[in-house]
């Protein structure tokens, strides 16, 4: 008689589908195989997308949320939840409420524009983020124009992301990581809880093909925490796969290709 297989870390996606495969649910998913976890989904929205931006963007009841919400986690529960689009106001208000009630560890990618610029959270919805959303993250993972849309503040350079932090902090998140992609020279993340520090610096590839770059990273993430990691080695291991994908990022399309979810597996050149 063979031994029943053991079950992989449970990790679940709450957020909006990318029909083009680079970002949303359909990245999540991925990075959640790629990294040894068993992904599951709550499909918040459907968006038509493919690499030159959002064509379209239908939200999902708020019934539907809940249902499959409840489905995954009073069934098969789950060892960490990431959260991506939301959309609306009624949306962050229902997700925060059911992760309140999870006890698992949350992160929380504060989602509002796509790579191509096209909105994705609707401007009412923002105080909810700040007031419900952010204050159930275990690690919230805004970029730097999702970091001007919550706080107002436009960060240019490492002093400017460390008064964003602390900016976000006090919205009530336990750890937040500032995305510093957006700034010239090396990759930079700020990961910081208030009082401890840790810099995270990448080698900037010359790759126009990013798309997909926050999502993969709030889920690999919630991948290590899922693992039992600690919040400082969970985002350093996150911020290390996501390089990895982006170095091997491809072109898809007319526009913005994706970052490479499959990178591990491929053959050394």
């Not at 959640?32 to 068993?38: D, F, N, Q, R, S």
Request: with cysteine; glycine share 14%; hydrophobic share 45%.
């Amino acid at each position: 008689m063979t031994a029943p297989a053991p079950i992989p870390p449970r990790v679940l996606t709450v957020a909006g589908s990318d029909s083009g495969g680079g970002a949303g649910i359909q990245a999540d998913l991925k990075t959640m195989l790629a990294l040894g976890t068993h992904g599951m989904s709550v499909l918040t929205a459907v968006t038509a997308q493919n690499s030159l931006g959002v064509q379209g963007a239908w939200e999902l009841p708020a019934d539907a949320v809940r249902a499959q919400y409840r489905s995954v986690v009073d069934d098969i529960g789950v060892q960490a939840v990431k959260t991506g689009m939301l959309s609306s106001a009624a949306l962050v208000g229902l997700v925060a409420e059911l992760l309140a009630g999870t006890g698992a560890p949350v992160v929380v990618d504060p989602v509002g524009v796509s790579k191509h610029g096209d909105a994705l959270l609707a401007a009412e919805a923002l105080d909810s983020v700040r007031t419900k959303l952010l204050p159930v993250a275990t690690v919230a993972t805004p970029n730097l124009d999702e970091v001007t849309q919550l706080t107002g503040l436009t960060v240019t350079d490492e002093r400017g992301m460390r008064l964003a932090a602390a900016e976000i902090l006090a919205y009530g998140p336990r750890w937040v990581v500032i995305k510093g992609g957006h700034l010239p020279g090396e990759a930079v993340d700020l990961l910081t809880d208030g009082s401890e520090e840790h810099w995270l610096r990448a080698p900037r590839y010359d790759n126009r093909h990013t798309h997909g770059t926050g999502c993969t990273l709030a889920s690999a993430i919630a991948c290590g925490l899922a693992r039992g990691q600690d919040v400082p080695t969970a985002v350093r291991g996150a911020k290390e796969y996501v390089t990895g994908a982006i170095r091997g990022g491809f072109a898809l399309g007319a526009g913005i290709g994706p970052v490479d979810h499959g990178w591990l597996t491929r053959p050394a050149d």
